[in-house]
């Protein structure tokens, strides 16, 4: 029997939920909602950073039956405003990744020699491509993102846009939180809404 990439079951905190869903292999659960509705609170839970209650499989694995390092090579998760500890770019990936890495750089416009710059002098719009690149230098079953594009101009949004969309035709699934009604349309396989902390399937349009 095939098992979807993602199963998430009564997944609870006392902040929110109870959330269930599949999410099947390619696909991209778009989520929008109002500020403070719980859409982050979703996603730090499905990447185990929130306590909960509730099961997430993963290809059929149950995460309880697995270690946090584990769940999380499977399970990337990047915030609207990533972390950075350490004083360049370059320094953040394993050597083994960097031909990915020199592979991804162009495809968001991004020059190999920020790698080497330090990260603070990076524009805001150039560490949010930067960190999604380290996203996906992982090589991740399931992305979670978090407004990606939120910091980027129109032309870094639709070179993003294209990059997921590849991603996705590769068999990446993708759980995006957008505030933006195209970008649920461009990506989107299904829309969700966050409301009170509770989410609701939207129609699917024609
Ligand atoms: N650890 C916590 N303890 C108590 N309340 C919290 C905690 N973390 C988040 N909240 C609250 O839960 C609500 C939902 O937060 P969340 O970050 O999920 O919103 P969001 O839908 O992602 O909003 P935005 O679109 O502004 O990012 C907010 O009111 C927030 O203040």
């Known amino acids: 029997m095939q098992h979807p990439r993602l199963r998430i079951r009564n997944l609870q905190s006392p902040l929110a939920g109870p959330f269930s869903f599949d999410l099947e292999a390619g696909q991209c659960l778009t989520i929008s909602g109002p500020s403070g509705a719980g859409k982050s ?64 750089l162009p495809q968001l416009n991004l020059s190999p020699s920020l790698l080497e710059s330090d990260i603070t002098r990076l524009s805001t719009g150039e560490r949010q491509r930067m960190a999604l690149i380290r996203s996906l230098a992982c090589q991740p079953q399931v992305l979670l993102l978090d407004e990606p594009t939120a910091a980027l101009d129109p032309e870094s949004v639709a070179a993003t846009e294209a990059l997921l969309q590849r991603e996705l035709a590769a068999g990446l699934s993708i759980i995006l939180v957008t505030h933006s009604e195209a970008q649920a349309q461009t990506l989107g396989h299904r829309s969700m809404t966050m409301r009170d902390r509770k989410l609701s399937e939207n129609e699917a349009t024609p």
């Open 41 to 104: 609170l979703l996603l730090r839970m499905l990447c185990d950073l929130d306590p909960h209650t509730g099961e997430a499989l993963l290809n059929g694995l149950p995460r309880s039956g697995m270690s946090a390092p584990a769940w999380r090579a499977g399970v990337i998760y990047q915030p609207a405003e990533a972390a950075w500890w350490l004083p360049t770019a370059g320094e953040h990936f394993k050597p083994a990744q960097m031909a990915r890495v020199r592979e991804l």
